[in-house]
DNA sequence: TTGTAAGCGTTATCAC
DNA sequence: GTGATAACGCTTACAA
């Protein structure tokens, strides 16, 4: 009768190489042991095909060299890069993710934190909405793209520049009546700064703008648009989106009504979406550097220290042409 | 001096109740206990705010309620919502999940594995690409799309009889001469029946038909099929492309070479790609059904039983037409 | 430098 | 039904 699969353990380990457990366990963390006694135990340790368990390790250490990932969905452009990234990052660092989705249901994301805590993870990085958010636990806390009141770290793209920057190139595209659509959470978030980078800098260089809020959903904003144009009040020549999605859905509702992108209209997104089939942009956008996000991330999460910590890091973005806009060759 | 944020333990828990450890344990564990008792216990552990640690609670019962799946990539239309299923899944059943992204590479994937079988995960799910995989530490494991010969269960989609349909349809909407086109890793996998019940179909209904087969990568593919058509020898009507990637791919070009798709040549691809931004079809497909799988994957590892887990389940695929067929309103 | 032994927070076994 | 007590596999003072 075969022993039945045993896992070995530091103890069989000790007793096949024929030292004490003590020193096993130094071997294994890269404690200074005398060098037969670590070729006995890495010999010992191959040829049982012994592995440190990381439960047994992470209830004596509390540290588990495991992050927790919370995302509002993983079936989405941005957010599918984004966790990519993020957990290539950490495997890189040998940490394992542990990945939660909460449909931005803050109900959902609650229960995720709570599992997450009751995981001992490490750390958690978190895209989340919950307006009421609290740390349980006491766990270091990424935030991204949403930023709470000063108590966790908040690592975003620069959407004020991002703003800016859009609306600076439309009114160096040829378009003088600009118009900023947003849909979203109506919880405040770092991405509203999208919008306020865009005012500023219209009114800064008294460029014409108005803008339009959805903060339910994109069929109200597609709705507004409808009644504007078939108003004959829609007299814009450029439109910044909030997000790349919103501007396909707007473009398309455009293109019904027989406006035509980008040659009536021009148009901006943010995020920089590419097609995943054609490898080429889904629209003109403001590009969020997303393997910079998750690195810094990680990075941040990693070296946690709630005092140093800051409390917002903006990564720079930039402007990439795509159809929507005239300068698309 | 504050208590320092030190998280309550089950001996906290029995102090405050006033009762023995075990019976705190039996309470979290379900066990029968006087009602009294129970109500102390749950009283005091509100109060304290106490959770029981998994990792603990991993150690001893060699169960830690965590999966781990192992994905080439989640950047993917395909694979990021079958890891959001997933997830979703296993989320429903009070589990943690743990991911990780391997490239194709098997040694990224035999880490993967490793890493995985250290943290204790209760099972694997896995898109892998190995064809020397071997499961270490007898864990369960579940394969998706790809089988091991024989080792461990394998779900997939129906392949074969999505190959058949596809053939079939072609042939319905006016195809006389077919073409399928594959490519793909060398190893030999379940989507590799795509292109056998193609080729059955055909057969058994006197179907002319090619196969073409780029092991490599798509730019070869692309190269053969500007070949043929710079040649003149490309005379089909209807092409079956092994995913919808290649189609997209393979029809960008044909365009290029000024051949219209749907009037000239239709094709029909294999995952039922939705666009992100429009919601609508990418490309005339044999649809995958991504929630089944997840569910079926999850149920698979969670009722894992050596002896009795059938080595392969397959699930039905569907027909939806979309702009590279002449059905497409 | 090496070995010993005391926990870490749970669960499971047994007397009571 | 309840409550001591011994593991589980590992780390870490501390003693040798």
Redesign the interface.
Known sequence: MKNK?R?PTMKDVAAEAGVALGTVSKVFNGFPVGESYRIRVEQAAKKL?Y??????R??RTNR?N?ISIIMP?????FF??L??CI??EL?SH?Y??????TDRNPKAEARCI???????TDGIIALTYDPDFNNI??IPFVSIDRSFTGSCPCITSDNYTGGQIAAAKLHELGCRKLLYARTGSPVPGETDKRGYGFENWCQTNSVSYDIINAKVDNDQMIEKIREMVENGTFDYDGIFCST??LL??IR?ELNRLGIRIPEDVQMIGFDG?ID???GLP?CSSIEQPIEQLAKVAVNTILNYDSENTPSLICLPVRYIPGPTTKDWI
């Open positions: 699969e896992i095909g592995r440190v368990n990381n439960y047994a992470g209830m588990t495991t969905m993983i079936c989405h452009p599918s890069k966790t990519e957990i290539r495997d040998n394992n993710t542990f990945v939660s989705v709570r599992m997450v805590a009751q995981n001992k636990g006491n790349d999605l396909i859905l398309n979406s995943f089939y054609t889904v």
